[in-house]
């Protein structure tokens, strides 16, 4: 037990130093500051907000369409699925015809006219199925009235000459009538968190809830919700014909992306900060960079370098925590299910391939066990801030919205991303400051719930609820 305490209260020390300790987080506060940025938000085009609050001109509105098929095409990573769905009589979502693609892009650089063509391929075999299409694209645009969305820049790996600053629906409505003149589709594009939100609007047809958000936590982040028109000022800057206008008019509500992987006023690190001017995109979506699965593992190998260049560890753990290239989000919870495994971690440690109690295959066996026990609480802090986080985006928009506030009606936030689901640590730490803060502090209340095949199954509502 003492060498249990020694350990924990080392890590505890470390963190405090740098900023990181999650036990000095203070929920409320970064809940004020994400309701002020989202209302900066919805102010304006031209607000200069971390929170880009997007309008995604789609309603959530209570009915769907039974028995009317549905093209559906989901791009956000390196595959590229397209699908035929319906919903039946009983609201089951019956879905055919899936195929799974590579993302044209990412096997090299393609260019624009070759990315649509090769979309077009891909859809050819089952555009006679419907004339509706929903298009789940997963990369920054501006959604316009149309609903139609304007690149404005690709990731992943995704490159594609010409494609920026390019109408995605346009350009693909193009190539399908430059092949079939007669063509009556229509496209409605959105992104994977406003496709989650939807998907469980349908999981669970038979509940009542106040209302719903959409919540992505796995290699990124988001989340969106359901806000009154009323509060979206920025709309006051957009060009409506008299129909959007009316559709749009205070009263009414559409979905709101909150792009909140790029809130900044969270309280960051010092090892955050250096981490940040390390990427690519410095100064960018510093959130997700702090929370997401796509950063853990570089996060924590910078963690590990500092605690070693500070003799957190034993001198041979130190050594090797010290060279320790190329974590991923999984090697932190292979250790964290197998801390005397032969992964990564434990090999550092020095507690591979021993067990409990004992030594591995280096070190004695008191600094190895002490050394495997700073690594866990190392992990455990930064799951612990996963969850913090993760807490206040839920809880900011339920305090904006005023929904939730009756535990019988409940908000339903419908999550997806292997973080949430895969993570050995996260879910029962977020269900704690959820219960802690946003219940019992605040008084509101919500349900997370999966939806399978969720993003095919919203993107399908999108296009049969707005076309």
Do not use: W
């Amino acid at each position: 037990m003492f060498v249990m305490d020694q350990a924990m209260v080392s890590v505890r020390r470390f963190l405090e130093k740098h900023g990181m300790y999650p036990g000095d987080i203070d929920l409320e506060k970064i809940c004020l500051a994400f309701e002020s940025e989202m209302l900066k938000g919805l102010s304006s085009y031209k607000s200069d907000g971390s929170l880009l609050m997007l309008p995604t001109f789609i309603k959530a509105s209570d009915t769907i369409p039974t028995d009317e098929p549905v093209i559906v095409i989901d791009a956000g990573g390196t595959n590229l699925r397209t699908a035929v769905l319906h919903f039946d009589k009983d609201m089951n979502c019956v879905m055919d015809e899936f195929n799974n693609y590579p993302m044209p892009g990412t096997g090299g650089e393609v260019s624009k006219a070759v990315f649509f063509e090769t979309l077009y391929k891909y859809l050819d075999p089952i555009l006679d199925r419907s004339d509706k299409i929903g298009f789940c694209f997963s990369y920054a645009v501006t959604i316009m009235p149309n609903r139609d969305g304007r690149v404005i820049e690709l990731s992943k790996e995704v490159m594609v000459d010409g494609l920026v600053g390019e109408p995605v629906n346009e350009n693909l409505l193009a190539v399908i009538r430059s092949h079939r003149p007669s063509s009556k589709h229509t496209i409605i594009q959105l992104n994977d968190t406003v496709a989650t939100l939807l998907g469980g609007k349908a999981a669970n047809p038979s509940r009542v809830f106040d209302s719903y958000i959409g919540l992505i936590l796995g290699t990124g982040t988001n989340t969106c919700y359901i806000e009154d028109c009323a509060n979206i000022k920025k709309l006051s800057e957009v060009e409506l014909t008299p129909e959007q206008a009316a559709e749009y008019a205070p009263g009414n509500a559409m979905l709101i992306n909150c792009e909140s992987g790029s809130f900044d006023k969270a309280p960051f690190g010092d090892i955050d900060i250096a981490l940040d001017k390390k990427m690519k995109d410095p100064g960018r979506y510093r959130y997700e960079k702090a929370m997401s699965g796509g950063y853990q593992g570089t996060l924590m190998t910078e963690i590990l370098k500092v605690a070693a260049d500070e003799g957190l560890f034993s001198p041979s753990a130190c050594g090797r925590f010290a060279a320790l290239t190329g974590l991923e989000s999984r090697d932190l919870d292979n250790f964290l299910y197998y801390p005397y495994g032969d992964n990564p971690l434990a090999r550092c440690a020095g507690t591979s391939g021993g067990s409990a109690g004992g030594a591995g295959s280096t070190g004695s066996a008191g600094s190895a066990e002490e050394d495997a026990l700073k690594l866990f609480y190392l992990t455990d802090a930064l799951f612990e801030r996963v969850a913090i986080f993760t807490a206040a985006k839920v809880s900011s928009i339920l305090r904006k919205t005023g929904k939730g506030k009756n535990p019988n009606l409940p908000v339903c936030v419908t999550a997806d991303g292997s973080t949430f689901y895969r993570s050995k640590l996260v879910r029962s730490k977020l269900d704690h400051h959820i219960r802690e803060f946003t219940n019992k502090q605040n008084g509101l209340y919500c349900d997370f719930i999966k939806a399978e095949n969720g993003v095919l199954t919203g993107t399908a509502i999108a296009a049969l609820q707005n076309s």
